[in-house]
């Protein structure tokens, strides 16, 4: 990505935080040319950390694209750090109301005009014990049919331990060791122009989450759980849910 093309806000935003990164940890990036150099792209990835998406931010921007993360309606409306966050292109989603609907339309829009959106299938910071994904919603999969636009799989390792969702710990030590890696087009040919059923969608969620699982197990140098993780109902929040 030139960075001329990025324009001040962006160009201001990667100049914050690339930086610290650069000192905080040590990153190994993997596959990175899996992620088409241009066009619609989802991303999809596993979720260990509150702070894993600067290092999958990071991983993209180094790919040469420009990552657009989704993040809670209400943030926009903060003063300063809402006009921010339009600045650098970020998308604001509603939860849990009728306005979920014009979020979803703001997601295609932007993978229409040839976006990279992230997204984290679970929906929030896993909480399998052992920090394998767990089981997905069905976003990135509705995405995907409404758009056509591949779903490029990823798997991030190391943030947890900067900061650890278990224990609400934050780290300062530099030069923690973070890897990313993606992998091909999860294939949803299977799928291609289905009627986005529930059935249809969660298979598709499946495949989705069943290729970041492996990528991680690649990673860890392990292997993921046979079954994904789902968290018993009383361990999810209304917003959570939504």
């Not at 992998?183 to 495949?207: H, I, Y």
């Amino acid at each position: 990505m030139a960075h001329r093309r990025l324009g001040f806000w962006r160009r201001f935003a990667a100049s914050l935080v690339i930086p610290v990164l650069k000192v905080w940890t040590r990153r190994t990036w993997l596959n990175s040319d899996n992620i088409p150099r241009s066009g619609g792209v989802i991303i999809a990835s596993n979720h260990v950390s509150h702070f894993d998406p600067v290092v999958v931010g990071y991983y993209i921007f180094s790919a040469g694209r420009w990552p657009r993360f989704l993040g809670k309606a209400s943030l926009w409306k903060v003063p300063l750090l809402g006009g921010f966050l339009r600045k650098v292109q970020q998308i604001p989603v509603e939860r849990g109301s009728v306005e979920a609907v014009k979020s979803l339309d703001v997601l295609v829009e932007a993978l229409r005009q040839g976006g990279v959106v992230v997204i984290y299938p679970e929906g929030t910071t896993t909480r399998e014990p052992d920090l394998w994904p767990m089981r997905g919603k069905t976003g990135a999969a509705r995405l995907a049919l409404l758009t056509g636009a591949p779903v490029v799989p990823v798997a991030n390792w190391g943030a947890e331990q900067i900061f650890d969702p278990r224990t609400s710990k934050l780290r300062f030590r530099p030069r923690v060791p973070v890897t990313v890696t993606s992998g091909k087009p999860v294939d949803l040919s299977k799928w291609q122009g289905s009627t986005p059923t529930r059935a249809v969608l969660e298979e598709m969620t499946e495949a989705i989450m069943r290729d970041i699982s492996g990528l991680l197990g690649q990673v860890r140098g392990a292997t993921p759980p046979s079954t994904l993780y789902d968290r018993p109902r009383k361990q999810i929040t209304k917003a959570e849910d939504a």
